[in-house]
T-cell receptor, first 112, second 112 residues
Framework: DQQVKQNSPSLSVQEGRISILNCDYT??????FLWYKKYPAEGPTFLIS?????DKNEDGRFTVFLNKSAKHLSLHIVPSQPGDSAVYFC???????????FGKGTKLSVKP | DAGITQSPRHKVTETGTPVTLRCHQT?????MYWYRQDPGHGLRLIHY???????DKGEVSDGYSVSRSKTEDFLLTLESATSSQTSVYFC???????????FGQGTRLTVV
């Protein structure tokens, strides 16, 4: 059973509006999550993370929210820009060896 | 950008032939990982290393072996390539106080 679920394979928003990408998880030993962004033909790049001691983490236009009771997290991008068009992966920190558990990804398209 | 180099970047090989992919880092990070990315699956961990000559299996390790004889190099070998191993392979590194891993550019492998 998949541990990290991104139920929306794709999302399309207008430039300047908010993008909200959602993620649900089943069981997490560490309650530490990351978001990665991936452009075609490139490796994933780290975007933002959140730990269980927080319910929100903000970095510029990017904010991640964590709702532990609902086992849900979301990434907000405000305002969205065409350069944000990419695949976004919700990722769970897997343990002391540092391995990461990826969701299937959501493809975000930001239209000018 | 983290110093990670994957080689080759693209490879086409025939079923049944051995294939070795190389990951080279210049960051002196302790942990190195091999992931594969397939449509509908996100990234899945194949093998990882937590030090020279210290490796362990990930989620999808069948048909793959790894070796790490030096801190900077992590090799992934397909002993006898199959069409199901057609994929994009990513190497990643992590270490120090950071939880996030840094990914290479990927190797696109096609087994015909």
């Amino acid at each position: 059973d998949q541990q990290v679920k991104q139920n929306s394979p794709s999302l399309s928003v207008q430039e300047g509006r908010i993008s909200i990408l959602n993620c649900d998880y089943t069981n997490s030993m560490f309650d530490y999550f990351l978001w990665y962004k991936k452009y075609p033909a490139e490796g994933p790049t780290f975007l933002i993370s959140i730990s269980s001691i927080k319910d929100k983490n903000e970095d510029g236009r990017f904010t991640v929210f964590l709702n532990k009771s609902a086992k849900h997290l979301s990434l907000h991008i405000v305002p969205s820009q065409p350069g944000d068009s990419a695949v976004y992966f919700c990722v769970e920190y897997g343990g002391s060896q540092g391995n990461l558990i990826f969701g299937k990804g959501t493809k975000l398209s930001v239209k000018p | 950008d983290a110093g990670i180099t994957q080689s080759p970047r693209h490879k086409v090989t025939e079923t049944g032939t051995p294939v070795t992919l190389r990951c080279h880092q210049t960051e002196n990070h302790r942990y190195m990982y091999w992931y594969r990315q397939d449509p509908g699956h996100g990234l899945r961990l194949i093998h990882y290393s937590y030090g020279v000559k210290d490796t362990d299996k990930g989620e999808v390790s069948d048909g793959y072996s790894v070796s790490r004889s030096k801190t900077e190099d992590f090799l992934l070998t397909l002993e006898s390539a199959t069409s199901s191993q057609t994929s994009v392979y990513f190497c990643a590194i992590s270490g120090g106080l950071q939880v996030e891993a840094f990914f290479g550019q990927g190797t696109r492998l096609t087994v015909v």
